[in-house]
Protein backbone atom coordinates (compact mmCIF):
# COMPACT_ATOMS: atom_id res chain seq x y z
CA UNK A 1 0.00 0.00 0.00
CA UNK A 2 1.38 3.43 -1.18
CA UNK A 3 1.02 6.22 1.21
CA UNK A 4 2.52 9.78 1.09
CA UNK A 5 4.26 11.91 3.65
CA UNK A 6 3.10 15.40 1.98
CA UNK A 7 0.41 14.96 -0.69
CA UNK A 8 -0.50 18.42 -0.45
CA UNK A 9 2.75 18.85 -2.77
CA UNK A 10 0.16 17.97 -6.06
CA UNK A 11 -1.53 21.19 -5.22
CA UNK A 12 1.19 22.60 -7.14
CA UNK A 13 1.12 20.80 -10.15
CA UNK A 14 -0.72 23.74 -11.85
CA UNK A 15 1.58 26.24 -10.80
CA UNK A 16 3.78 26.58 -14.31
CA UNK A 17 0.09 27.00 -16.04
CA UNK A 18 -0.38 29.97 -13.72
CA UNK A 19 3.36 31.76 -13.67
CA UNK A 20 2.93 31.60 -17.42
CA UNK A 21 -0.45 33.23 -17.86
CA UNK A 22 -0.19 35.25 -15.37
CA UNK A 23 3.54 37.30 -15.47
CA UNK A 24 4.20 39.11 -18.64
CA UNK A 25 6.17 37.72 -21.73
CA UNK A 26 9.55 38.52 -21.61
CA UNK A 27 10.44 40.45 -25.14
CA UNK A 28 14.04 39.40 -26.43
CA UNK A 29 16.31 41.73 -26.83
CA UNK A 30 18.70 41.12 -30.20
CA UNK A 31 22.27 40.51 -29.02
CA UNK A 32 24.91 43.82 -29.32
CA UNK A 33 27.70 41.07 -29.90
CA UNK A 34 27.05 37.87 -32.29
CA UNK A 35 29.48 34.95 -31.32
CA UNK A 36 30.01 32.02 -33.80
CA UNK A 37 27.06 29.51 -33.93
CA UNK A 38 26.83 25.93 -35.97
CA UNK A 39 23.23 26.96 -37.15
CA UNK A 40 24.27 28.47 -40.40
CA UNK A 41 25.70 25.42 -41.56
CA UNK A 42 22.37 23.38 -41.06
CA UNK A 43 20.58 22.85 -44.48
CA UNK A 44 16.58 24.28 -44.29
CA UNK A 45 16.11 20.67 -45.79
CA UNK A 46 17.39 18.59 -43.58
CA UNK A 47 16.22 20.75 -40.23
CA UNK A 48 13.19 20.89 -41.58
CA UNK A 49 12.56 17.31 -41.80
CA UNK A 50 13.78 16.44 -38.66
CA UNK A 51 11.59 18.97 -36.76
CA UNK A 52 8.66 17.06 -38.99
CA UNK A 53 10.07 14.15 -37.71
CA UNK A 54 9.85 14.54 -34.19
CA UNK A 55 6.89 13.30 -33.12
CA UNK A 56 7.27 14.46 -29.15
CA UNK A 57 5.29 17.95 -28.35
CA UNK A 58 7.39 20.56 -26.66
CA UNK A 59 5.45 20.68 -24.00
CA UNK A 60 5.59 16.50 -22.81
CA UNK A 61 9.10 16.46 -21.30
CA UNK A 62 8.55 19.40 -19.58
CA UNK A 63 5.30 18.57 -17.73
CA UNK A 64 6.60 15.21 -17.10
CA UNK A 65 9.41 16.39 -15.34
CA UNK A 66 7.59 18.90 -13.15
CA UNK A 67 5.04 15.36 -12.19
CA UNK A 68 8.13 13.47 -11.50
CA UNK A 69 9.70 16.32 -8.85
CA UNK A 70 6.24 16.73 -7.15
CA UNK A 71 5.91 12.70 -7.01
CA UNK A 72 9.39 12.70 -5.01
CA UNK A 73 8.74 16.20 -2.84
CA UNK A 74 5.39 14.26 -1.68
CA UNK A 75 7.53 11.62 -0.11
CA UNK A 76 5.65 8.67 -1.27
CA UNK A 77 6.21 4.98 1.04
CA UNK A 78 5.40 1.65 1.17
CA UNK A 79 3.96 0.69 4.53
CA UNK A 80 4.24 -2.73 5.73
CA UNK A 81 2.36 -5.54 7.49
CA UNK A 82 1.48 -4.52 11.51
CA UNK A 83 4.20 -5.35 13.81
CA UNK A 84 3.60 -5.56 17.56
CA UNK A 85 6.02 -3.90 19.71
CA UNK A 86 7.39 -5.15 22.91
CA UNK A 87 6.40 -3.12 25.78
CA UNK A 88 8.28 -1.06 28.13
CA UNK A 89 7.71 -4.18 31.08
CA UNK A 90 10.23 -4.64 33.44
CA UNK A 91 14.21 -3.85 33.69
CA UNK A 92 15.33 -7.13 34.48
CA UNK A 93 19.36 -7.40 35.06
CA UNK A 94 20.51 -11.64 35.48
CA UNK A 95 23.53 -11.75 37.67
CA UNK A 96 24.91 -15.58 36.75
CA UNK A 97 27.91 -17.50 38.84
CA UNK A 98 30.45 -18.47 36.79
CA UNK A 99 33.10 -19.68 39.70
CA UNK A 100 34.77 -22.87 39.57
CA UNK A 101 32.34 -24.68 41.51
CA UNK A 102 29.47 -24.71 38.94
CA UNK A 103 31.17 -27.31 37.19
CA UNK A 104 30.13 -30.13 40.10
CA UNK A 105 27.68 -32.39 37.96
CA UNK A 106 25.20 -32.88 41.12
CA UNK A 107 21.80 -31.83 38.99
CA UNK A 108 20.35 -34.37 36.08
CA UNK A 109 19.06 -32.88 33.15
CA UNK A 110 16.74 -35.25 30.48
CA UNK A 111 18.39 -38.45 33.22
CA UNK A 112 21.87 -37.32 32.42
CA UNK A 113 24.29 -36.27 34.99
CA UNK A 114 25.04 -32.39 34.40
CA UNK A 115 27.20 -29.60 35.63
CA UNK A 116 25.33 -26.55 37.26
CA UNK A 117 26.30 -24.02 34.60
CA UNK A 118 24.39 -26.23 31.98
CA UNK A 119 21.14 -26.66 33.40
CA UNK A 120 21.66 -22.88 34.46
CA UNK A 121 21.41 -22.59 30.47
CA UNK A 122 19.25 -24.70 29.75
CA UNK A 123 16.43 -23.38 32.30
CA UNK A 124 17.09 -19.80 31.69
CA UNK A 125 16.63 -20.20 27.37
CA UNK A 126 12.91 -20.55 28.33
CA UNK A 127 12.65 -18.49 30.94
CA UNK A 128 14.36 -15.33 27.95
CA UNK A 129 12.10 -16.42 25.86
CA UNK A 130 8.39 -15.99 28.07
CA UNK A 131 10.05 -11.80 29.11
CA UNK A 132 9.30 -10.64 25.69
CA UNK A 133 8.41 -7.64 27.21
CA UNK A 134 10.94 -6.80 29.51
CA UNK A 135 14.70 -5.40 28.75
CA UNK A 136 16.92 -7.60 29.70
CA UNK A 137 20.57 -7.21 30.50
CA UNK A 138 23.48 -10.20 31.84
CA UNK A 139 26.08 -9.73 34.68
CA UNK A 140 28.47 -12.66 34.98
CA UNK A 141 30.78 -12.89 37.53
CA UNK A 142 33.34 -14.80 39.62
CA UNK A 143 36.46 -13.28 40.38
CA UNK A 144 35.38 -10.44 39.17
CA UNK A 145 31.67 -8.75 37.86
CA UNK A 146 31.81 -8.00 34.27
CA UNK A 147 28.42 -6.58 32.07
CA UNK A 148 28.14 -9.24 29.38
CA UNK A 149 24.94 -7.34 27.47
CA UNK A 150 23.22 -4.26 28.92
CA UNK A 151 19.09 -3.98 29.24
CA UNK A 152 17.83 -4.67 25.46
CA UNK A 153 14.85 -6.02 24.17
CA UNK A 154 16.88 -8.04 21.78
CA UNK A 155 16.33 -11.00 24.61
CA UNK A 156 18.15 -13.54 21.65
CA UNK A 157 21.20 -11.65 21.50
CA UNK A 158 21.01 -11.85 24.91
CA UNK A 159 20.62 -16.09 24.96
CA UNK A 160 23.37 -16.57 22.77
CA UNK A 161 25.79 -14.56 24.95
CA UNK A 162 24.68 -16.51 28.16
CA UNK A 163 24.95 -19.91 26.34
CA UNK A 164 28.78 -18.88 25.31
CA UNK A 165 29.95 -18.21 29.20
CA UNK A 166 32.27 -20.88 30.17
CA UNK A 167 33.19 -21.77 33.72
CA UNK A 168 36.14 -19.45 34.98
CA UNK A 169 35.44 -16.86 32.04
CA UNK A 170 35.42 -14.44 35.37
CA UNK A 171 37.94 -15.71 37.08
CA UNK A 172 37.40 -18.85 40.22
CA UNK A 173 36.06 -17.09 42.84
CA UNK A 174 32.90 -15.66 44.15
CA UNK A 175 32.43 -11.74 43.95
CA UNK A 176 28.73 -11.57 44.76
CA UNK A 177 29.10 -7.67 46.02
CA UNK A 178 30.55 -6.66 43.11
CA UNK A 179 27.81 -8.14 41.00
CA UNK A 180 25.22 -6.51 42.59
CA UNK A 181 26.92 -3.06 42.49
CA UNK A 182 27.39 -3.51 38.83
CA UNK A 183 23.71 -4.58 38.02
CA UNK A 184 22.89 -1.35 40.41
CA UNK A 185 24.82 1.03 38.30
CA UNK A 186 23.61 -0.58 35.14
CA UNK A 187 19.47 0.25 36.47
CA UNK A 188 20.11 3.74 37.85
CA UNK A 189 18.84 5.41 35.00
CA UNK A 190 15.90 3.49 34.81
CA UNK A 191 12.38 3.89 35.73
CA UNK A 192 12.89 2.86 40.01
CA UNK A 193 9.13 1.06 39.90
CA UNK A 194 10.66 -1.83 37.57
CA UNK A 195 14.36 -2.18 38.74
CA UNK A 196 14.87 -6.03 38.93
CA UNK A 197 17.86 -8.34 39.41
CA UNK A 198 18.05 -12.39 39.72
CA UNK A 199 21.13 -13.09 41.32
CA UNK A 200 22.14 -16.77 40.79
CA UNK A 201 25.22 -18.31 42.75
CA UNK A 202 26.08 -21.71 44.37
CA UNK A 203 28.37 -20.51 47.02
CA UNK A 204 29.98 -17.63 49.27
CA UNK A 205 31.32 -14.18 49.02
CA UNK A 206 35.09 -15.21 48.72
CA UNK A 207 35.94 -12.21 46.27
CA UNK A 208 35.48 -8.37 45.24
CA UNK A 209 35.91 -5.29 47.14
CA UNK A 210 32.07 -4.72 47.80
CA UNK A 211 30.85 -6.51 50.68
CA UNK A 212 27.50 -8.41 49.69
CA UNK A 213 25.12 -6.74 52.28
CA UNK A 214 26.73 -3.20 52.05
CA UNK A 215 25.65 -3.89 47.89
CA UNK A 216 22.50 -4.92 49.11
CA UNK A 217 21.82 -2.02 51.28
CA UNK A 218 22.64 0.37 48.34
CA UNK A 219 20.05 -1.66 46.08
CA UNK A 220 17.46 -0.72 48.76
CA UNK A 221 17.79 3.06 48.24
CA UNK A 222 18.00 2.32 44.50
CA UNK A 223 14.70 0.94 44.65
CA UNK A 224 16.37 -2.34 43.15
CA UNK A 225 14.32 -5.40 44.20
CA UNK A 226 16.78 -8.55 44.13
CA UNK A 227 15.60 -11.98 43.72
CA UNK A 228 18.39 -14.73 44.77
CA UNK A 229 18.69 -18.31 44.05
CA UNK A 230 20.99 -20.91 45.41
CA UNK A 231 21.80 -23.19 43.61
CA UNK A 232 23.38 -27.14 44.23
CA UNK A 233 22.15 -30.69 45.16
CA UNK A 234 22.02 -31.80 49.32
CA UNK A 235 24.33 -34.39 48.49
CA UNK A 236 25.68 -36.64 45.56
CA UNK A 237 27.98 -39.89 45.47
CA UNK A 238 31.71 -39.16 44.37
CA UNK A 239 34.02 -42.34 43.93
CA UNK A 240 37.35 -42.92 45.98
CA UNK A 241 39.84 -45.27 46.37
CA UNK A 242 37.80 -46.69 49.53
CA UNK A 243 34.80 -46.78 47.04
CA UNK A 244 31.91 -44.44 46.83
CA UNK A 245 30.66 -41.83 49.79
CA UNK A 246 27.69 -39.46 50.65
CA UNK A 247 29.01 -35.37 50.29
CA UNK A 248 27.15 -32.50 50.09
CA UNK A 249 28.61 -30.45 47.11
CA UNK A 250 26.54 -27.29 48.34
CA UNK A 251 28.18 -26.74 51.46
CA UNK A 252 30.11 -23.63 50.86
CA UNK A 253 26.38 -22.09 49.80
CA UNK A 254 25.47 -19.42 52.12
CA UNK A 255 22.21 -19.14 51.87
CA UNK A 256 21.57 -16.67 55.14
CA UNK A 257 23.75 -14.15 53.28
CA UNK A 258 21.40 -14.37 50.37
CA UNK A 259 18.18 -14.17 52.47
CA UNK A 260 19.47 -11.30 53.84
CA UNK A 261 20.34 -9.99 50.52
CA UNK A 262 16.54 -10.77 49.28
CA UNK A 263 14.70 -9.62 52.47
CA UNK A 264 16.75 -6.09 52.09
CA UNK A 265 15.55 -5.32 48.71
CA UNK A 266 11.84 -6.47 48.90
CA UNK A 267 12.57 -9.92 47.21
CA UNK A 268 12.37 -13.77 47.80
CA UNK A 269 15.14 -16.22 48.58
CA UNK A 270 14.62 -19.43 46.29
CA UNK A 271 16.79 -22.74 46.68
CA UNK A 272 17.39 -24.89 43.85
CA UNK A 273 18.24 -28.41 44.34
CA UNK A 274 17.73 -29.26 40.92
CA UNK A 275 16.46 -28.56 37.29
CA UNK A 276 13.04 -28.75 38.59
CA UNK A 277 13.12 -26.98 41.45
CA UNK A 278 14.96 -24.25 39.13
CA UNK A 279 12.13 -24.13 36.91
CA UNK A 280 9.29 -23.84 39.60
CA UNK A 281 11.34 -20.96 41.00
CA UNK A 282 11.33 -18.94 37.58
CA UNK A 283 7.86 -19.48 37.14
CA UNK A 284 7.15 -18.03 40.39
CA UNK A 285 9.05 -15.30 39.30
CA UNK A 286 7.09 -14.77 36.23
CA UNK A 287 3.89 -14.71 38.86
CA UNK A 288 5.67 -12.48 40.97
CA UNK A 289 7.57 -9.77 38.14
CA UNK A 290 4.24 -9.98 34.99
CA UNK A 291 5.45 -8.46 32.19
CA UNK A 292 3.19 -6.17 30.25
CA UNK A 293 0.25 -7.56 28.04
CA UNK A 294 -0.56 -4.26 25.49
CA UNK A 295 2.05 -4.55 22.90
CA UNK A 296 2.09 -1.46 21.23
CA UNK A 297 1.74 -1.25 16.71
CA UNK A 298 4.21 -0.36 14.26
CA UNK A 299 3.52 -0.19 10.43
CA UNK A 300 7.49 -0.15 9.05
CA UNK A 301 7.65 2.34 5.99
CA UNK A 302 9.68 1.84 2.70
CA UNK A 303 10.51 4.99 1.14
CA UNK A 304 10.34 5.08 -2.50
CA UNK A 305 10.89 9.06 -3.32
CA UNK A 306 14.04 8.13 -5.20
CA UNK A 307 12.42 6.65 -7.93
CA UNK A 308 10.24 9.46 -8.96
CA UNK A 309 13.21 11.25 -8.27
CA UNK A 310 15.66 9.30 -10.64
CA UNK A 311 12.85 9.56 -13.30
CA UNK A 312 13.09 13.50 -13.12
CA UNK A 313 16.99 13.03 -13.39
CA UNK A 314 16.33 11.05 -16.69
CA UNK A 315 13.97 13.09 -18.30
CA UNK A 316 16.41 15.97 -17.47
CA UNK A 317 18.78 14.27 -19.48
CA UNK A 318 16.71 13.91 -22.24
CA UNK A 319 15.86 17.33 -22.85
CA UNK A 320 19.10 18.11 -21.93
CA UNK A 321 19.98 16.19 -25.11
CA UNK A 322 16.89 17.77 -27.22
CA UNK A 323 17.89 21.14 -26.75
CA UNK A 324 21.35 20.55 -28.39
CA UNK A 325 20.04 18.71 -30.81
CA UNK A 326 21.41 15.34 -30.63
CA UNK A 327 18.32 13.39 -29.68
CA UNK A 328 16.65 15.05 -32.84
CA UNK A 329 19.27 14.05 -35.18
CA UNK A 330 19.69 10.44 -33.55
CA UNK A 331 15.64 10.18 -34.40
CA UNK A 332 16.34 11.52 -37.96
CA UNK A 333 19.14 9.38 -38.09
CA UNK A 334 16.78 6.50 -37.06
CA UNK A 335 14.26 7.07 -38.95
CA UNK A 336 16.39 7.35 -42.05
CA UNK A 337 17.38 3.55 -41.71
CA UNK A 338 14.14 2.61 -41.51
CA UNK A 339 12.59 4.20 -44.46
CA UNK A 340 15.57 2.59 -46.28
CA UNK A 341 14.97 -0.54 -44.75
Same mark, same amino acid.
Given at each position: MIDWHW?????LLPLPLLIFWVLPKVKRQEAALKVPSLSLWKTSTSSAQIQSDNAWPSFILPALLWFALLTALARPHILGETVELPTSGRDLMLAIDLSGS??????????KPVNRLFTVKSVLNDFISQRQGDRIGLVL? +??? *??LQAPLTFDWQTVRTLMNEAQIGLAGKSTAIGDAIGLTIKRLQSHPEQSRVVILLT????????VDPLKAAELAQQSNVKIY?? +??? *?DSMEVSSFFGTRQVNPSRDLDEKSLQQIAELTGGH??????SKDLEQIYD????????EKDPEIFRPQINVYFWPLAAALLISFIMALQSIGLFRNLTYFVNTKMRKL
Open positions: PWAFYMDIEDMQWKGF +GTQ *AYDGANTSGETI +GLG *AYFRAKDMIDQLEPT
